[in-house]
């Protein structure tokens, strides 16, 4: 019996997200968060780590490059999810790898490369 893919790119729609957008979409049973700032589109949990509101209803901190949780104002960088706010009295957000195919957004629920494993 062969191993399962662990790393399996999945087609979450089409990228035509507009500058400064956010998206909130459900992929299986997990919230993902697109977003969309100068012209780059990331990915992360959609569920903050701090109390579980949507990131998606929150907005962009261009200085930061990051998103703000529109329940605490606690800020999460694009690409990374690292928290970004002081004190920092949450985690990080889970960050998942994107990559644009065809017009489509995919991405990976693992861990992103970019993104820093928690405890690391
Ligand atoms: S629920 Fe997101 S900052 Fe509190």
């Known amino acids: 019996m062969q191993a399962p893919v662990m790393q399996e790119w999945i087609d979450v729609g089409p990228a035509d997200l507009t500058e400064g957008e956010l998206r909130g979409l459900e992929v299986g049973e997990r919230l993902v968060l697109l977003a969309r700032l100068n012209g780059r589109i990331t990915a992360m949990d959609d569920s903050c780590n701090h109390a579980g509101c949507l990131l998606s209803g929150g907005w962009l901190q ?6 703000v949780c ?3 104002e606690y800020a999460f960088e694009l690409g990374t999810g690292r928290n970004v706010t002081f004190p920092r009295l949450c985690d990080d957000q889970r960050a998942f790898a994107v990559r644009i195919d065809a017009g489509r957004v995919m991405i990976r629920l693992d861990e992103s490369s970019e993104g820093s494993p928690h405890g690391a």
Do not use: Q, R
């Open 70 to 72: 529109p329940c605490h």
């Open 62 to 67: 261009e200085k930061k490059s990051a998103v």
